[in-house]
């Protein structure tokens, strides 16, 4: 399940002359966590519409290709079933709070409401969530008038609530603040103990190099590296096609330049202070 | 830890505490509405400042009092003061017995207890639907709207667009100071604000919009729009015995009033100023 | 010539006091970064500055003008604001009359415009959007945009509140590369940023704030190595900084090529 496969996809928003990707092919495999990086205007914001099946149905255009969700078509997909099968989460935490619930309980039990779950059931899963994601403290607030970041928590916790399969999750983090971002990175960690098929869009390239399992790199709509994260990040092409690199990377390429190479590119601080030990023996 | 107390209050109907606030929005409504129409054919002061009396006392009973009285004063007082003080400019013929005399605008007691009568249907009628939309929330309301068919969608409408005025309001705010740090006057004579207004309204427009697209794709991840049986954690009681009960009484005195208020009110001799 | 906050404290109408007798100064020329939690009272200290805050106490001097005694818009000749968000500032209906509606309001000369917009297009590097519709290009484009229509006013003083959210490598090379050529036309930067890889590439002067007050006012060096106003202000150090820590390495760290250089 959760399985996406992407044959040569190409496509193009209305009014608009060039396509925003071009020929992407690629297969999401379930329980793995996907990072997707590279410059702004590059395709990632698309390409997590498209994964979530917005495109076609929410924004029309031309799609050209296969999207191949759990064996059936994109376009033969319910949009509204298929917002029950794939979690999304983006970056504006304001926008995410639906206005017309008085606590964060409800707000967080929404979506169980809306596919019917009985009263116990939804009970028991927004509990649930809450404690997994730690807001318990949260539960009895006015969502509209929480900050910023926990706004953001409390829009994970009302997706998660619904445990969908696979969460496509949009720059999570580039609203808040430090201490915001820390609580969401928190939020990916666990996400990422629980086996989920996750992708994430994310500048902070130090959280992508924790959690992910693997990469893509696009550029100009169109796929110009994808690989185990290890092999992406520490890949000294990335750094001369401009993209930003985890400064762990950037220092190991700079002590290798040095003439005091490490045994490995390290894409983590943990790894770098690691490596750095074993090398001074 | 979650406070238990109040997850367990999901497992039953949401309870005010208080006799009215706890009917069910639909015998309110009926309720109210039914009493609110009788002033307009009694058209009669002591009956509209009876029917008054009676509301404030079941007011009085509500968590919601203080919202209710706030308004209710206030709608009370400006509508019977502006009709008295309007009625004594311009006399009609039937105006003999003078009140008074400020500064030779002379006031007539018929004049005056027309005026009465006449604000007592419209002060009447609005009190009484105060009652019922200051003491039911506007989510009891849609919650009851929605188990009688209304779609959801209609509800959210409604719901956001409360939240939505106060969301607007704030943005607005931030507007008018980028505007102004970035060198717009918005203090000043009238053609300096007039000029300031432009450049803060059409933000708000345009991020109005735009906050439109993406709360779609919000509610959307949240299974909005499925189609299927929607749950709901916030119950209201349904509809109890005895208020159908009510909702009969109510209407069947609504339409006794129609009946007294032609063949008897009008005859009564403290009524008969017209 | 100088920012100068003295004492200021500041409260808002219901009451809620948001920075507590704050002094800082800010040299014309100099490059500043405000770091710290949200609620600390960055962006309150920042809007003292040019006056859409004034202070409930104290005083706050723009090149010795009492912004008390000012409107807010006439401050903005001396200090530029560029807010957070660049959807609460952009209206007009192409990029290049978003640029010019200042000049225009100003009735500055054609030709003086003319030259301003094309230096403040040149260092934004929104040259290929100019004739487009703002609300065509992405959102992170749009916040140089509200750059670019600060610069045209050409005030002494510059104010970004997070100029860095959701930019991409090329975004924060541009951030730097303005900042740069403004601070050598001898403008003043202040910067309110939660990215400290940001703060230390670019700023010098590093202040942090937390719980109303500025707890550290000092070189980037001081500031970040300060354990205990990270701590307090819960900032994090900038990456380099964190590593040399861990490996016991000294000397107030910062940089890629000092940290190899000391291994």
């Known amino acids: 399940m959760a399985r996406i496969e992407l044959k040569d996809v190409t496509y193009r928003y209305p009014y608009t002359k060039s396509p925003a990707l071009k020929h992407i092919t690629y297969t999401f495999e379930p329980g793995k966590f996907y990072g997707i990086i590279g410059e702004n205007g590059g395709g990632k914001t698309t390409l997590c519409n498209l994964l979530r099946g917005l495109i076609p149905h929410f924004y029309q255009g031309s799609l050209k290709g296969d999207v191949i969700i759990d064996g059936t078509d994109v376009r033969k997909w319910d949009t509204d079933e298929l917002s029950a099968q794939i979690g999304y989460v ?170 005091k190479p490490l045994a490995d590119i390290p894409i983590t601080i943990e790894e770098a202070e690691r490596l750095v030990r074993e090398r001074k023996g | 830890m979650i406070n238990q107390e109040f997850v367990d209050k999901f497992r039953h109907y949401h309870k005010y505490g208080t006799w009215w606030d706890d009917l ?122 929605e188990q009688m068919g209304v779609s959801h969608e209609a509800s959210y409408v409604m719901l956001s667009s409360m939240q939505n005025i106060i969301d607007l309001k704030a943005t607005a705010v931030t507007i008018f100071d980028s505007q102004k740090a970035r060198g717009i006057e918005t203090t000043g004579n009238a053609i300096k604000r007039a000029k300031a207004f432009f450049p803060t309204l059409a933000p708000l427009m345009i991020g109005a919009m735009q906050g439109t697209e993406e709360k779609t794709i919000a509610l959307d991840a949240r299974a909005f729009s499925v189609k299927r049986n929607h749950s709901f954690l916030r119950k209201l009681r349904p509809v109890q015995g005895y208020e159908w009960a009510m909702m009969a009484v109510a209407v069947i005195f609504n339409i006794a009033m129609i009946f007294v208020s032609f063949k008897i009110l009008k005859q009564l001799p403290v009524t008969r100023f017209f | 010539m100088a920012i100068e906050l003295k004492k200021v404290s500041f409260s808002y109408p219901n009451g809620f006091e948001a920075v507590h007798e704050v002094d800082l100064r800010i040299e014309e020329g100099e490059k500043v970064a405000i770091v710290g939690q949200n609620g600390a009272g960055k962006t309150t200290t920042v809007k003292l500055m040019n006056g859409l805050n004034l202070p409930s106490s104290g005083d706050v001097l723009v090149d010795g003008i009492n912004t008390k005694d000012k409107t807010c818009a006439f401050m903005s000749k001396y200090v530029g604001y560029v807010f957070q968000n660049p959807d609460d500032q952009i209206f007009n209906s192409s990029v290049r009359k978003e640029l010019e509606y200042m000049p225009k309001y100003t009735k500055m000369d054609t030709k003086e415009m003319n030259r301003r917009v094309e230096r403040a297009v040149e260092l934004t590097g929104i040259q290929k959007y100019i004739d487009s519709n703002p609300f065509d290009i992405p959102y992170p484009i749009r916040k140089f945009v509200t750059i670019a229509s600060i610069i045209v006013s050409d005030p002494k003083y510059f104010i970004f509140d997070e100029p860095t959210a959701g930019q991409d490598l090329h975004g924060m090379k541009q951030l730097g590369y303005l900042i740069d050529e403004l601070q050598k036309e001898g403008k003043a930067i202040i910067t309110i940023t939660h990215d400290m890889e940001f703060a230390v590439n670019n700023f010098t002067r590093v202040v942090a704030m937390a719980h109303k007050q500025v707890i550290k006012d000092g070189t980037r060096e001081d500031t970040f190595w300060d354990l205990d106003v990270i701590r307090e202000s819960r900032i994090k150090q900038p990456v380099i900084a964190e590593l040399a820590h861990d490996l016991g390495v000294d000397g107030n760290v910062l940089f890629c090529d000092e940290l190899v250089a000391k291994l």
Request: with cysteine.
């Open chain 1, 90 to 259: 983006f970056q504006n935490p304001f926008t995410q709070i639906s206005g017309i619930k008085e606590t964060v309980f409800e707000e967080v039990g929404m979506g169980l409401e809306n596919l019917g779950y009985s009263e116990e059931e939804v009970i028991k899963r927004v509990c649930d969530v809450c404690e997994l994601l730690k807001i318990t403290d949260l539960v009895e607030k006015d969502p509209n008038a929480l900050s910023g970041g926990q706004k953001q928590r409390v829009a994970f916790a009302s997706i998660i609530s619904m445990d969908t399969e696979m969460l496509v999750i949009d720059e999570p983090t580039s609203q808040l603040d430090p201490e915001g971002t820390e609580d969401v990175f928190q939020i990916i960690k666990t996400l990422k103990e629980e086996h989920k098929t996750i992708v994430l869009v994310e500048h902070k390239i130090d959280l992508i190099a924790e959690f992910c399992d693997e990469i893509i790199v696009l550029k100009d709509g169109e796929i110009v590296f994808s690989g185990p994260t290890h092999e992406i990040l520490s890949n000294r092409a990335l750094l001369e096609a401009n993209a930003t690199i985890p400064q762990a990377a950037i220092f190991g390429h700079a002590m290798a330049d040095a003439g």
């Open chain 2, 24 to 145: 069910n929005p639909l015998t309110k409504f009926v309720v109210c509405f039914m009493v609110a129409l009788t002033p307009i054919y009694a058209l009669t002061w002591w009956y509209g400042l009876g029917v008054c009396v009676i509301v404030s006392i079941v007011a009085m009973t509500s968590k919601f009092r203080k919202n209710f009285f706030s308004l209710a004063v206030k709608v009370f007082l400006i509508i019977t003061i502006l009709l008295v003080v309007l009625r004594q400019i311009g006399h009609r013929a039937t105006s003999i017995t003078p009140l008074i005399n400020i500064f030779g605008w002379q006031w007539y007691v018929e004049t005056l207890f027309n005026s009465l009568n006449r604000a007592s249907f419209i002060v009447g009628f609005s009190v009484t639907m105060i009652l019922f939309f200051t003491t039911t929330p506007m989510r009891d309301i849609t919650y009851q709207l």
